[in-house]
């Protein structure tokens, strides 16, 4: 089974350009959360989403934006990019709404911005 | 109060040796602490997770110990192996409004040498 896909892998944007991330979670998982890691550090939780719909938020600026297709794929915005949004923007998919369920995460997309 | 604070930063082990990671929360919302093992260039894999319920969980090598009154926990790797060689963060969850987030360790790079 195919695990959890994000697109692109590697990007590069230049300060104040806008950019989407894209992610499919593992087929039959509807709860889909989105990560950002910066170098030397553990991941950042920034939304997560579940039927569609947001249920949680971490503590980033509106500039970051999320949602989440019928099929359940998601998508990461983030406007007005600055350097500091420099990291690997991490997906990760869960069968459903159940707490504590594991966490199964993509490899990333690395972003810089320049 | 969110925080989960993780150690050491970087950890050195020969071959066969017992490496051991040890992470310290002070917020007695968190009800979940798993344990995530990742490589350069990938996302981050499950690797163990116990609740608080419990002191001490193993599965083959890896072992959590959990001490819910002094707010801790630590993995033990038994027999390390050079393909542990890896950056190893701790994590805790929990349930904010509709969501839950895993709050993460900054993380601990072992290196097990041969």
């Known amino acids: 089974d195919a695990g959890v896909t994000q697109s692109p892998t590697h990007l590069i944007k230049t300060r104040g350009q806008q950019v989407t991330l894209r992610c499919s979670p593992i087929s039959g998982h509807k709860s889909v959360s989105w990560y950002q890691q910066v170098l030397g550090q553990g991941p950042q939780f920034i939304f997560q989403y579940y039927e569609k719909e947001e249920r949680g938020r971490g503590n980033f600026p509106d500039r970051f934006s999320a949602r989440q297709f019928p099929n359940y794929s998601s998508e990461l915005n983030v406007n007005a990019l600055l350097l500091g949004d420099s990291a690997l923007y991490l997906c990760?998919?869960?069968?459903?709404?159940?707490?504590?369920?594991?966490?199964?995460f993509g490899n990333g997309t690395r972003l810089t911005v320049t | 109060q969110q925080q989960v604070k993780q150690s050491p930063q970087s950890l050195i082990v020969q071959k066969g040796g017992i490496s051991i990671i040890n992470c310290a929360y002070e917020n007695t919302a968190f009800d979940y602490f798993p344990w995530y093992q990742q490589f350069p260039g990938k996302g981050p894999a499950l690797l163990i997770a116990?609740?608080?319920?419990?002191s001490e969980k193993k599965e083959g090598r890896f072992t959590i110990s959990f001490n819910k009154s002094a707010k801790q926990f630590s993995l033990h790797i038994m027999d390390s192996q050079p393909g542990d060689s890896a950056t190893y963060f701790c994590a805790a969850s929990m349930r904010e409004g509709g969501s839950e987030k895993l709050v993460f360790g900054k993380g601990t790079k072992l290196t097990v040498n041969p």
């Open positions: 990760a998919s869960s069968p459903k709404r159940v707490y504590n369920s594991p966490l199964h």
């Open positions: 116990i609740r608080p319920d419990v």
